[in-house]
């Protein structure tokens, strides 16, 4: 499966912005789909990831109740929806797919700059 994240840009300090993440191709074995970000200098971190069917999600603690996974599969798209953005949110937000406990898709990265 390919993904090609979108939707990254600038945006003002308690801003928000909605990633986008197009699937294309087919492999039954990945099911969950994720989002993960990479701040300069800084190890990539999980953010959030959502079922196949979309009915289960998991989010990292810090992420909870700003930051919003969700998937049409009509489309083959996830999105990530990132509400009251701050400086720290900087970074490269990368989609990626999940076979078994593995993350062994992903795409190129959209590059989310949040200005003060």
């Known amino acids: 499966v390919q993904l090609q994240a979108s939707g990254g840009g600038v945006v003002q300090a308690g801003g928000s912005l909605r990633l986008s993440c197009a699937a294309s191709g087919h492999n039954p074995k990945i099911t969950n789909l994720g989002w993960f970000r990479q701040a300069p200098g800084k190890e990539r971190e999980f953010i959030a990831q959502?079922?196949?069917?979309?009915?289960?999600?998991v989010y990292s603690d810090s992420k909870k109740g700003r930051f919003t996974i969700s998937r049409d599969n009509a489309n083959g798209t996830v999105y990530l929806e990132m509400n009251n953005l701050n400086s720290e949110d900087t970074a490269v937000y990368y989609c990626?797919?999940?076979?078994?406990?593995?993350?062994?898709?992903w795409g190129q990265g959209t590059q989310v700059t949040v200005s003060s």
């Open positions: 990626a797919g999940k076979w078994g406990s593995a993350w062994v898709a």
């Open positions: 959502i079922s196949s069917s979309g009915r289960r999600t």
